[in-house]
């Protein structure tokens, strides 16, 4: 595309509409292209991410100054940074992606019916994507990646946050697209467009086959209220960990730390933990002195506040430790900070996640196989963690080299959404001159 940026400011519908339809000619340009090629794109694309790390750490050094300065959360800003490892970790994750099987063209099932007809089911891509998401520089990557595995097209809207950073490494990508011999509109941006852009976007249908919102719960509320394009919704984390009677209460310490204080800003970041009475007083004290240690303020209910209210105070953590509110329980804090209840039993623990969960990651910690089957099989959450962190629920954690982002929804996709979710199905009916009688 090379509609200026004054251009798109002023028409923003016609800019959206020019960008999709070179994207869908991109797009139908990949059809019948191999999986070596796609696979040898990718690897050209990590490979100039990688040579051009510098001139996108300027970039991105400029999107972090306008975000402290405009007093942007610290978990958000850890979202938004940088550095020479995470660029490589992006890069790594492109080759993770080459590495996978192409989707494309797999058949799902087939049979020869009894009249002779023969059927089958086969993957297809979605055709062109459109992705809204805030502050987050690696989705860009990552969704390319992805979308390019697939057979698809991206349109990207990334918010003015990251707007320095996208620009940089979207220039990257499609440069290395050229490189490799395929249409540099297989990735493409509306963020000259601004928010009248975003608006646009989501009024596109028939240009743009599927959007995707990723980023905060008012974010992906909007796209999908305001979408007249069918939309795949991610949903925000309120992500719980329920430390069980019979849970392990030293790995569970260890849990609780990395599912709180891994990266706090993240969806999969724990925001609840629940604690069963009988181990509330072994395993409260030894949790929060851990997570006192890391500045996390813990939000206590009555029962919780009691068993810690003296450890606070001799401690010197005494500020580090409130009473929780009715909001607490609802709240993705995306910070150093954590609700805490106590519950007399499992049941107690599930009744409050199907209250107040998003339906993101629920975790248990226990040794006891009926309870742990129990919260499997009543806790209606995209994702259910036994014995482990929150923080698994992930595209390259689970094996999907990266994720367009984490379904909460129950339709087409759930979970993490890596290639498969990126394809739909085509039916394909041969016979042999039949008639239907």
Not at 260 to 274: S, W, Y
């Amino acid at each position: 595309m090379t509609t200026s940026p004054v251009d798109a400011a002023n028409d923003a519908e016609a800019f959206v509409a020019a960008t999709a339809r070179a994207a869908r000619q991109a797009q139908r340009a990949l059809a019948g292209v191999d999986r070596e090629r796609k696979d040898a794109a990718l690897h050209a694309m990590a490979d100039a991410l990688v040579a051009r790390t510098e001139p996108i750490l300027v970039a991105n050094a400029e999107d972090l100054a306008r975000a402290r300065q405009a007093g942007m959360k610290p978990g958000l800003v850890d979202r938004l940074a940088l550095d020479d490892e995470r660029v490589g970790a992006i890069a790594d994750a492109l080759r993770e992606i080459a590495a996978l099987p192409d989707p494309v063209g797999q058949i799902v099932d087939g049979q020869t019916l009894p009249n002779g007809l023969r059927v089958r089911r086969v993957r297809v891509p979605l055709g062109v994507v459109g992705m809204i998401y805030e502050a987050r520089p690696n989705v860009t990557v990552d969704v390319a990646a992805l979308t390019l595995k697939s057979g698809n097209a991206v349109v990207l809207r990334g918010g003015s946050a990251a707007a320095d950073t996208n620009a940089a490494i979207i220039a990257v990508l499609r440069e290395a697209l050229e490189t490799a011999d395929l249409p540099a509109d297989l990735v493409t941006t509306i963020d000259p467009a601004g928010r009248a852009g975003a608006t646009a976007l989501m009024h596109a249908r028939g240009l743009i086959d599927v959007l995707v919102p990723r980023g905060g719960a008012g974010l992906i509320r909007a796209v999908v209220e305001e979408s007249s394009v069918p939309v795949i919704e991610t949903g925000s984390g309120n992500c719980h960990v329920y430390v069980d009677a019979a849970a392990d209460l030293a790995s569970a310490v260890d849990i609780i730390i990395n599912a709180k204080t891994q990266r706090v800003g993240v969806c999969n970041a724990a925001e609840t933990l629940l604690v069963h009475r009988s181990a509330a007083s072994a395993y409260l004290p030894s949790a929060a002195h851990a997570l006192w240690e890391r500045g996390v303020t813990l939000h206590a209910d009555a029962a919780a506040h009691a068993y810690l209210e003296e450890q606070a105070a001799a401690q010197g953590h005494a500020e580090l430790l409130v009473e929780a509110t009715q909001a607490d329980w609802q709240t993705e804090y995306g910070s150093l900070d954590l609700a805490v209840r106590v519950v007399d039993t499992i049941d107690d623990a599930i009744s409050h996640i199907a209250a107040y969960s998003t339906g993101h990651t629920e975790a248990i910690l226990t040794q006891d196989v009926t309870a742990m089957n129990q919260f499997i099989d009543q806790v209606d959450s995209a994702a259910v963690m036994v014995n482990a962190s929150t923080r698994f629920t992930d595209g390259g954690q689970l094996g999907l080299g990266a994720e367009l982002g984490i379904s909460t929804q129950k339709l087409h996709a759930r979970g993490p959404m890596g290639l498969a979710a990126l394809t739909t199905i085509k039916w394909i009916v041969e016979g042999r001159g039949h008639l239907r009688p």
